[in-house]
T-cell receptor
């Protein structure tokens, strides 16, 4: 079945460091891929998405490229800020039911000043 | 932007009691809402799809008599954990999509941490 695997956290970085959070997926066909972010006390918010192979999603300095060869959708940011501290979830949307999401376990990011 | 309100954010109950969790879309109508649960260090797992005015669709392995879902209006879905036991302790989160919108317009509540003693 469809599934998403992402690196375990927590990840602790200093401000302005480079961030990578790995995400790989297993799915039928070519699903849509997403990164969601959850700030403390809030709901999950869509950070970025990609709907087909080689697409690059980007938002707020974060980027992720849909790589079908490696079935990956790694999240990157060149220079993190303290305000980026949150939990990040990788997810896919099944092609047979676009509202059916499969999530990774989430990666907590702590950015220290 | 669109907001989904989930209540309560945290609940502690005794084994054998029932707990109701509410999920409300505050500024849009949602014909479909989704319920997820997450165990520590595990993935957020879809439990069921809640359809306004009809029965919920449950994922394989989820007990429908255990997790009662009622989607009585276009802005409210409730999840009731009946006769809760310690193994039901988990993080529950709902999501909703404005009627007729694509999957990128999926909004999440802030989640409910259930602890059953």
């Amino acid at each position: 079945g469809d599934s998403v695997t992402q690196m375990e956290g927590p990840v602790t970085l200093s401000e302005e460091a480079f961030l990578t959070i790995n995400c790989t997926y297993t799915a039928t066909g070519y699903p849509s891929l997403f990164w969601y972010v959850q700030y403390p006390g809030e709901g999950l918010q869509l950070l970025l998405k990609a709907t087909k192979a080689d697409d690059k999603g980007s938002n707020k300095g974060f980027e992720a490229t849909y790589r079908k060869e490696t079935t990956s959708f790694h999240l990157e940011k060149g220079s993190v800020q303290v305000s980026d501290s949150a939990v990040y979830f990788c997810a896919l949307s099944a092609i047979y039911n676009f509202n059916k999401f499969y999530f990774g376990s989430g990666t907590k990011l702590n950015v220290k000043p | 932007g669109a907001v989904v309100s989930q209540h309560p954010s945290r609940v502690i109950c005794k084994s054998g009691t029932s707990v109701k969790i509410e999920c409300r879309s505050l500024d849009f109508q949602a014909t479909t809402m989704f319920w997820y649960r997450q165990f520590p260090k595990q993935s957020l797992m879809l439990m069921a799809t809640s359809n306004e005015g009809s029965k919920a669709t449950y994922e394989q392995g989820v007990e429908k008599d255990k997790f009662l879902i009622n989607h009585a209006s276009l802005t409210l879905s409730t999840l009731t954990v009946t006769s809760a036991h310690p193994e039901d302790s988990s993080f529950y989160i709902c999501s909703a999509s404005p009627a007729g919108r694509s999957n990128e317009k999926l909004f999440f509540g802030s989640g409910t941490q259930l602890s059953v003693l």
